[in-house]
């Protein structure tokens, strides 16, 4: 069984590029290293060029070595090249900036919001523009005069842009670096009469054409009068749109363990080739006929991927699927299974090496990995002769294989177990297929009214059925993290578990239970470590934690009391031009959208220790708080500059802690 993988150069050469990016992304925070490892990178090359030819055999361990030095070094180069594309020193204050929207903008509760590559900056004081070639996320309040903006559009805008804050929040979670990872190199906020649309001058991408064609695809399915949540699932099942997916909906999904149902990705690809395997059956009789339904089937995928909006998921599953299509014709199945996976792994890292910190790219391989590693040993315990049991048992078997492979890495991310995926799956399944035939009949035919009814009702079983899942007592275990190094030991330790079982030894039980109980020590010492607990603002809320259990604070008042603290949060008027006799001790203020007063009022009072300034803050009315804070003598810490602020509640320190 190791020899699955092992056995084959690429997949060991994927290995090593990934750990050079990981390693590059742990070790060097700038690229000042860039130029030490191309040094490093041609100094191994030429060693191993030098290996090659030596004879003997214990010698060519040397070229091998420098081969895996040599990729998880050119790993580390092109992360560090393609970090630096993305970071950049944004000129403090407002400037005017020219752009392209480069995907379809989002309504937010006030705003409209998009990426945007920015083309171009200059200073307002200043007629000189600048070469800027990054993506920001922009948010925009809409103008009655200047209308909408759309896919492709160029705009030109007065805004202050930031390099996404380093925030991580109560739950581990850092947005500013998940912005980074994704390309995004700062945000900005453009208000109603500082931003108008200008004339378009290069032709659209192929992906921004891509996401257009997606939204006519969208208004289509407005166009049949489907029910709310009915539209958003086939939105999201069939082309990726999960913009009207409810907050309800995502969790009842989420709670059934079948949310990946919602994300296209590698089970959609499946499902489709499947059904097109269907149509073009008849074509195995004609010569070449395999041939023939592999490249029509490999085109309509290739299609469908443009029709969703080219979505990365899209794309490593179509990649993964097209490679394992020519493969098969060449080689024996379980080799293409691997010779895909590895290749399209190694292709996209090459080609954005930001990729492997996305988590579907990383919960993607690994389910791929664990349905070649794992299935083939869970499908053989049970053998039936009935057709419909056969078929339920492999369904049941695909489900375990990939929901075990990705278990570590779920607990490390979201730290939710979802006790009756059996069940969810072995439904979401067959119907995902008649939702995804029905809606590709509807497009290509027409909206013809019994179709479009049969889609509605089978859309509606499936929500109904998840939403019966989650009801379900013990539905869903929740609390349950693990950190990385504990996920990746408890990978190990599965994966010690398979081969044990593939060919049971007492060398491999020797490795499987040393694994085990590293785990479980690593579990008792954080057991009996002494805790913390933590007050954090963030901009949704005031919140406790202790381990990785997290509380918002709720309060009629606005005053509370967390064990040695008194907070204050200023949201509102309702403090503005009061007076009192004896001023309140308060150890916080946090100052949020929404408050309209002065320091000095507030001052008058309450006795306060450290202020806190939330991001919603508009930037004129921050300042001038700032300088009040400044005359009066109070210390404070801006949430838009140094990102989430948390404080121990034991041993209160005002020292902010990203």
């Known amino acids: ?65 420098g081969i895996y030095i040599n990729v998880a070094l050119l790993g580390g180069i092109l992360y560090l090249a393609n970090r630096e594309e993305v970071r950049f020193d944004w000129e403090e204050g407002r400037n005017v900036y ?8 989002h309504p937010k509760p006030k705003t409209m919001q998009s990426v945007v590559e920015v083309e171009w900056t200059k200073n307002l004081s200043d007629s000189v523009w600048y070469p800027v070639n990054r993506k920001i996320v922009l948010y925009w309040m809409p103008d009655s005069v200047q209308g909408d903006l759309s896919c492709g559009d160029r705009v030109c805008f007065e805004a202050s842009v930031s390099r996404p804050v380093s925030d991580v929040d109560f739950s581990g979670f850092d947005y500013g670096l998940y912005l980074e990872r994704q390309g995004i190199g700062g945000t900005a906020v453009a208000f109603s009469g500082n931003w108008y649309k200008l004339e378009r001058t290069n032709p659209l991408s192929f992906r921004q054409k891509a996401l257009l064609y997606r939204e006519k695809i969208v208004d289509t399915y407005r166009s049949w009068g489907l029910d709310d949540d009915v539209q958003a699932v086939v939105s999201a099942l069939t082309v990726g749109d999960k913009s009207e997916l409810t907050r309800e909906l995502k969790d009842s999904y989420t709670a059934a363990g079948t949310s990946h149902i919602l994300a296209l990705s590698g089970m959609h690809i499946v499902i489709l080739a499947l059904i097109l395997s269907w149509l073009f059956y008849p074509l195995r009789y004609l010569p070449g006929g395999k041939w023939v339904i592999s490249l029509f089937i490999v085109v309509f995928l290739w299609s469908f991927a443009f029709l969703s909006g080219l979505s990365p998921s899209v794309i490593r599953a179509v990649v993964m699927y097209s490679l394992c299509a020519v493969a098969s014709v060449f ?38 990995v664990s349905l070649l590693l794992i299935y083939p040993f869970i499908e053989k315990l049970f053998h039936f002769r009935w057709k419909l049991l056969d078929y339920i048992w492999k369904s049941m078997a695909l489900s375990m294989a990939a929901q075990l492979g990705t278990l570590p890495f779920i607990l490390c991310y979201f730290g939710t ?14 119907l995902s297929i008649v939702i995804l035939g029905l809606a590709l009949v509807c497009l290509l035919c027409g909206a013809i009214p019994w179709l479009v009814k049969g889609l509605s009702i089978s859309v509606e079983l499936l929500n109904g059925i998840m939403e019966w899942v989650q009801g379900l007592a013990g539905s869903q275990i929740t609390s349950i993290y693990f950190s990385p190094l504990q996920a990746w030991i408890f990978a190990l330790f599965l994966v010690l578990a398979v081969f044990y079982v593939s060919r049971r030894s007492a060398r491999r039980l020797v490795w499987m239970l040393c694994s085990l109980n590293v785990l479980l020590v690593m579990f008792w010492i954080e057991h009996l470590s002494p805790t913390d607990d933590y007050l954090y603002f963030t901009r949704s809320g005031i919140y406790t934690k202790r381990d990785r259990d997290v509380s918002q604070l709720f309060s009629e008042t606005n005053l509370y009391r967390i064990q040695n603290l008194q907070v204050a949060l200023a949201n509102d008027s309702r403090w503005k031009n009061k007076q009192s006799d004896e001023r309140l001790h308060i150890d916080y203020v946090y100052i949020c959208k929404g408050f309209s007063g002065t320091m000095a009022g507030l001052a008058d009072l309450f006795q306060i220790q450290y202020v806190i300034f939330d ?31 948390s404080t121990i509640l034991r041993n209160i320190d005002h020292t902010p802690k990203n």
Do not use: H
């Open 98 to 105: 020219v752009g392209t929207i480069l995907d379809v903008p």
């Open 615 to 645: 991001g919603s803050l508009g930037d004129a009315y921050r300042e001038r708080l700032k300088q009040e804070c400044k005359s009066l003598g109070l210390a404070y810490s801006d949430i838009a500059e140094t990102g989430t602020y």
């Open 417 to 430: 177990f979802p006790t009756y995926f059996l069940l969810a799956n072995l439904v979401v399944t067959p």
């Open 331 to 368: 080689t024996e199945s379980r080799f293409a299974g691997v010779f895909s996976v590895s290749l399209a792994a190694f292709l996209m890292l090459v080609y954005q090496p930001l990729y492997l910190f996305d988590v579907s790219f990383q919960l993607s391989f690994i389910a791929v």
């Open 1 to 65: 069984m190791l020899s699955l993988f092992t056995s084959y150069p690429l997949f060991r050469l994927t290995i090593s590029l990934a750990a050079g990016i990981l390693i590059s992304d742990w070790l060097f925070p700038d690229a000042a290293y860039l130029a030490w490892l191309i040094g490093a990178w041609i100094v191994t090359f030429f060693f191993s060029v030098a290996c090659y030819p030596l004879n003997r055999y214990r010698w060519r361990m040397f070229f091998g070595c």
